[in-house]
């Protein structure tokens, strides 16, 4: 089975990072997508996903990300749901980021910042929690 998507959008919002009661990194941010397509008016309109990045990748979208950034995402979907005080069901749906790529820096510009204090344009991250792991083997590996 295959759980795989890939974003380019800007983020709506800037990162929200928190810690676990265990102390690991949780950043949460918004992607604002445009879609391919104009409406009956003739305006292009967006999907907002919501993204969730785990440890080192977390503190460095936390750091590096801001309002209206444009970045490309590639992780998994996932959903969830939860009860409401008022015994209401509620479902989530969010992708948990495995890579995220820095498109812009600074300015705005594309392209990676002479800064030496700047991390690499895109932080991969192998440790999410959950029972997703990228497959990193050769061809010999593969069970096809």
């Known amino acids: 089975m295959l759980n795989k998507v890939v974003l380019i959008g800007r983020l ?3 990162p929200e990072l928190r810690y676990t009661s265990s102390g690991i990194p949780v950043t949460r941010f918004t992607l604002a997508v445009n879609r391919n397509f104009a409406n009956q008016q003739g305006e292009r309109e967006a999907d907002f996903i919501p993204i969730v990045a785990w440890r080192s990748q977390a503190e460095n979208s936390a750091r590096y990300l801001s309002k209206g950034r444009l970045v490309a995402v590639a992780g998994r979907i ?11 069901r509620r479902y989530t749906t969010e992708v948990v980021a495995y890579e995220v790529t820095f498109l812009e820096w600074g300015d ?8 030496s204090d700047r991390v ?4 991969h991250d192998t440790n999410i929690p959950g029972d997703f792991q990228p497959f990193d083997g050769g061809d010999d590996e593969l069970p096809f």
């Open 78 to 88: 996932q959903t969830g749901s939860y009860e409401t005080p008022d015994g209401q």
């Open 120 to 123: 690499q344009d895109t932080v």
């Open 12 to 14: 709506t919002r800037d």
């Open 108 to 115: 705005g510009k594309a392209g990676r910042s002479t800064d």
